[in-house]
């Protein structure tokens, strides 16, 4: 499976944006890059996927860099809610997700 | 909005004894997969499951386990003799379709503690 790298923590200020990295140098034209989250003690929640283009839905949105070989997932104006570990994911069609040890996101209020 | 349901929250067991984790995934949904997690490690693939059949498991997923769809609601993960190990948070996921043009969706979870 192709590999991605976060940063292991990142904070932010409430009511701020927030710009998670994610690097995935490796990755192949058929890759979809997928965003999940888990907040203490629940199960992983979608966020938001793409292929090329940036992608907007109502939690997040998704920059994908012109090389696809990094990706930004922004949250537009963090809450407490957003407090999470935050996975960036490859999809390549391969049916099972492959969890990294992803972003833990702090939100200082 | 629709949503995975996995029971029981909490299960503690004797170490030895058969467990059976039980989840409704989304009415709709075709594609079905169990996933663990261990205290402050990673999210782990243990099985996928479709058209009844397993269709992927993982080196985790040895003979003590198996999934069955019994009655076409709901989805279940049987490990038949409870290691000390197993202790961990299993996590049931469904999809709509296969491919990675669609997202998965998680239950809540449940803890298994093996004694």
């Known amino acids: 499976d192709a590999k991605t790298t976060q940063p292991n923590s990142m904070e932010s200020n409430e009511e701020e944006p927030v710009h998670l990295p994610c690097n995935h140098s490796?990755?192949?034209?058929?890759?979809?890059i997928h965003w999940y989250r888990q907040l203490p003690s629940q199960g992983p929640e979608y966020v938001i996927h793409?292929?090329?283009s940036n992608v907007n839905n109502r939690m997040a949105s998704l920059a994908i860099a012109e090389d696809r070989k990094s990706s930004t997932l922004i949250l537009h104006r963090a809450t407490l809610r957003d407090a999470a570990v935050y996975y960036c994911?490859?999809?390549?069609?391969?049916?099972?997700?492959?969890f990294g040890t992803g972003t833990r996101l702090t939100i200082i209020p | 909005e629709p949503e995975v349901t996995q029971t029981p929250s909490h299960q503690v067991t004797q170490m030895g004894q058969e467990v059976i984790l039980r989840c409704v995934p989304i009415?709709?949904?075709?594609?079905f997969y169990w996933y663990r997690q261990i205290l402050g490690q990673k999210v782990e693939f243990l099985v996928s499951?479709?058209?009844?059949?397993?269709?992927?498991k993982s080196e985790i997923f040895d003979d003590q386990f198996s999934v069955e769809r019994p009655d076409g609601s709901n989805f279940t993960l049987k490990i038949r003799s409870t290691k000390l190990e197993d202790s961990a948070m299993y996590f049931c996921?469904?999809?709509?379709?296969?491919?990675?043009?669609?997202?998965?969706?998680f239950g809540q979870g449940t803890r298994l503690t093996v004694v």
């Open positions: 499951f479709y058209n009844n059949e397993i269709s992927e």
């Open positions: 793409g292929l090329t």
């Open positions: 490796t990755i192949s034209g058929t890759d979809y």
């Open positions: 009415s709709n949904h075709l594609y």
């Open positions: 996921a469904s999809q709509r379709e296969q491919g990675p043009n669609t997202e998965a969706f």
């Open positions: 994911i490859l999809n390549f069609g391969n049916e099972k997700l492959t």
